[in-house]
């Protein structure tokens, strides 16, 4: 007379383990992004500022900098194109220096800034999310002495 079938425990551990690994490396990457790079080079050398602007606003809303010194801005944008308010575009207008830097959804765009005198300047994004008149669509760059 043959054996009843016993069905073999499954090994759920392995799977487990890289649910975790998985969700551990979304947890990291979410962090990165969320924080802010202000990095600076040698003396004398350009400043990285990295700012997020997103349908929430922009992050940080105040980027500071010093005076006297170059700036790769590394603007970037998270959002899809399937915001219905501007279609996933934002911009970082800061009209006090002439800067108008419109950023595609999904995407990153890098600008140069030269070596300024210190003072504070308003940006904002008119594209979406209410405009500039929204307050989370607002910020001011502060360049420092």
């Excluded at 990295?50 to 006297?68: L, S």
């Amino acid at each position: 007379m043959p054996r009843p079938y016993k069905a073999r425990p499954r090994r759920t551990w392995p799977r487990a383990m890289l649910f975790t690994a998985i969700a551990f490396a979304i947890v990291i990457a979410a962090i990165r992004l969320l924080q802010p790079e202000e990095l600076a080079t040698e003396d004398g050398g350009p400043v990285d500022v990295t700012v997020r602007i997103d349908m929430a606003g922009f992050t940080p809303p105040d980027i500071e900098i010093p005076a006297g010194r170059s700036v790769r801005l590394r603007i970037v944008n998270p959002d899809n194109t399937h915001h219905a308010d501007g279609g996933g575009w934002h911009q970082l207008a800061v009209p006090g220096i002439g800067l108008d830097a419109r950023i595609a959804p999904l995407s990153t765009r890098v600008v140069e800034l030269p070596a300024r005198a210190a003072g504070e300047y308003p940006f904002y994004c008119d594209v979406c999310c209410g405009g500039k008149e929204n307050p989370s669509m607002r910020g001011t760059l502060k360049i420092g002495a």
